[in-house]
């Protein structure tokens, strides 16, 4: 398929090998950080791994809930509250927004969707990539910040189709049946591509401009 290189690129976030190489790139050793997801029937642990640079460490979530409980402030998951997912996940988003140095968006998915995966690397400027799925094996993937570090990341398939919106951002709409994407594309920086089958190209849209960015803390 066209959009394999993306979609293959994504596929690694569950895989322990593959991770443990990304982490590789950095100079510390990841952070092992367990989200479950609600997936059907039986909600299943995520690994997921967040590279911190040399000089920064991810704040844990923990500590995030607790420092907002002293203040009387929202916690992880309300500040996320319109995010697709339990409360982990909510709270990924959070501590995602709070260390990334970019707009963080997450999805607002029609029922029956849920957060299959997510992760995110701080070096380089930072990446964030999540993936959402329904039981009919519909799948919606997503990339945000500075993950054009090789072309197969950056290089956009398919023939445009207009505009479109990700989360109130406007960008291009690419269509290679079965596939639909939405890119801001340079020189937009960071970058947003959101990538998605399995659905016709109206209700792709629509779950497209339904993504909210989360509030940095």
């Given at each position: ?98 260390n990334l140095p970019f707009d963080v968006y997450c999805g607002v998915m029609p029922s029956g969707w849920w957060l299959e ?11 964030l990539d999540a993936r959402y799925k329904n039981a009919a094996g519909a799948e919606i993937d997503t990339r945000e910040g ?72």
């Open positions: 398929m066209k959009l394999a290189s993306f979609s293959s690129a994504r596929r690694g976030v569950v895989t322990l090998a593959t991770a443990v190489a990304l982490a590789g790139c950095g100079t510390a050793a990841p952070t092992a950080r367990i989200v479950f997801v609600t997936a059907t029937p039986n909600p299943t642990p995520i690994v997921i791994y967040v590279t911190p640079t040399p000089t920064a460490t991810a704040t844990p979530a923990a500590s995030a809930a607790a420092t907002a409980a002293a203040s009387g402030s929202a916690s992880p998951a309300s500040a996320a509250a319109a995010c697709t997912g339990t409360a982990a996940n909510k709270a990924f988003f959070v501590e995602a927004a709070a995966s997510a992760e995110y690397q701080l070096p380089g400027g930072g990446h500075h993950f054009c570090t090789a072309p197969t990341f950056c290089a956009v398939m398919g023939s445009p189709a207009g505009s479109a919106s990700f989360g109130g951002l406007s960008g291009t709409l690419f269509v290679v049946e079965p596939y639909y994407s939405i890119v801001l594309p340079p020189p937009t920086d960071p970058r947003y591509w959101i990538v998605g089958h399995g659905m016709g190209r109206a209700k792709f849209l629509q779950i497209a401009a339904a993504f909210v960015r989360v509030p940095r803390p």
